[in-house]
């Protein structure tokens, strides 16, 4: 096992720690020793992966900092039961690749593919669906590292309180050392992607998010212009974008051209409008067909800040038609469009759309931008609407309003005095979410 010293950073930058040592283990025993070791010094213990969350929910203080880089091996491939077993550092898109070389695929995935399998499904990261979830709702078993250094076995007929809980743990109940995932034959997706109005968006939402397996779309604030995009199966022949054109308008327009754009907004903040005008204009009609995970998920360079909240699928239109009228009324420059999936619900104790079927709006804001009041107004028109806060994202929601918002809260705080009584795994987010 690896260990070092050293300041930790995320992806962001808005967020960094000096943990007492960074420990990097080559196996599931050296993990243990490790949160032994930790334990025996009355240090807490905390996993990082690719440092993708914008909140501190990562961050170990004076603790230790455990890297994933050395658990990065595929333990098992069951093509019968449909599965594949990993340890927890594998970024998902060594996963991606893995499985399509076997003919596999995951059901659904997020936008980006980056991040490790532990730190994208205890954040819960999701993508967009009609009737397929988050990646957390695709793990069929784990392997988790808990605070007296055992090493547990979940599934839904081993311990399974434990599994319902450490499928989307925040990293609360024990370092994840191993996920085993659903997987299913590979498959094509046709995407269509198009400019729309944003009112023609809102009016046909029903519609579009229940013929579409995937639907999502992105709105340019200071405009009535969004981009939406619909990803549905297809039987082929696969039609994926020519290599330039891929490169020219997923790589160079929508990185180094929007990175430029953003820094002249930032700079001069009056500009702001009309390059999000030109932006909402720069995306015009496609259709290509791919393999899942180039059609899902996308390259993104340009460094943000980001807050999400997940509303009822009942409450995304009003929401929406709120938002936009916020920005209007008010003097902020927003450059980064607005995101807007879907998901179905689910029964994660702590899953975003535990219980409801949900839809994510997502804002952002360019690394460096002042937040003005942006966040804060968003936030404050979430939480009229019952919003529930991407654990990974920027919010500044506590334990006494999250316990009104998830049913199964008081379940997971109860399994996580059993298994953590001592808090081995805490730090300042997690005692602000879920309580001492």
Not at 30 to 37: D, N
Not at 273 to 295: F, G, L, N, Q
Not at 391 to 401: M, N, S, V
């Amino acid at each position: 096992m690896t260990v070092t010293a050293g300041r930790w950073t995320n992806w962001a930058g808005n967020q960094s720690a000096e943990p007492s040592r960074i420990a990097v283990p080559g196996s599931t025993e050296e993990l243990a020793e490790e949160v032994k070791r930790a334990a025996a010094e009355g240090r807490t213990v905390k996993a990082v992966g690719s440092g993708h969350s914008f909140t501190a929910i990562a961050a170990a203080g004076h603790g230790v900092l455990v890297r994933p880089e050395g658990l990065t091996a595929v333990r098992e491939l069951d093509r019968g039961a449909g599965t594949v077993t990993v340890e927890s550092g594998l970024p998902l898109a060594r996963l991606n690749r893995l499985l399509a070389a076997a003919g596999l695929s995951l059901t659904n995935m997020g936008d980006i593919e980056v991040q490790t399998v532990a730190g994208a499904t205890s954040t819960g990261t999701h993508g967009t669906g009609r009737d397929s979830g988050s990646l957390a709702a695709q793990i069929r078993a784990l392997e988790i590292v808990l605070a007296d250094g055992s090493v547990r076995h979940c599934s839904p007929t081993e311990e399974p309180e434990l599994f319902q809980g450490a499928r989307l743990g925040l990293g609360a109940l024990g370092v994840v050392s191993a996920i085993t995932f659903g997987v299913e034959p590979a498959f094509l997706l046709t995407a269509h992607e198009a400019p729309m109005r944003f009112d023609e968006v809102l009016a046909d939402f029903d519609r579009l998010t229940r013929v579409n397996e995937h639907f999502e779309f992105y709105w340019f604030p200071h405009t009535d212009r969004c981009s939406t995009k619909r990803n549905n199966r297809s039987q082929g022949p696969a039609a994926p974008l020519p290599g330039f054109k891929a490169w020219l308008e997923d790589d160079f327009l929508s990185n180094t051209v929007w990175e430029g754009a953003c820094r002249i907004g930032r700079a001069f903040p009056a500009t702001v409008p009309a390059i999000a005008r030109a932006a909402s204009r720069a995306w015009s009609e496609r259709t290509y067909t791919d393999v899942a995970h180039k059609v899902f998920t996308s390259p993104r360079k340009v460094r943000f800040i980001e807050m999400e909240y997940a509303v009822p699928r009942e409450a995304a239109v009003p929401v929406l038609r709120e938002l936009r009228r916020l920005v209007e009324r008010g003097d902020w420059r927003i450059s980064f469009p607005v995101e807007v999936r879907c998901a179905p619900a689910d029964d994660l104790w702590l899953s975003t759309a535990s219980g409801r079927d949900t839809v994510y709006i997502a804002v952002h804001l360019y690394r460096g931008t002042a937040e003005q009041g942006y966040f804060t107004a968003v936030e404050q028109l979430m939480t009229a609407h019952q919003g529930r806060p991407h654990w990974g994202k920027l919010h500044t929601r506590d334990a006494g309003y999250l316990a009104a918002a998830y049913p199964h809260f008081g379940d997971f705080t109860a399994l996580r005095d059993r298994v953590d009584p001592e808090r081995r795994f805490a730090n300042a987010y997690l005692r602000r979410v879920l309580g001492d």
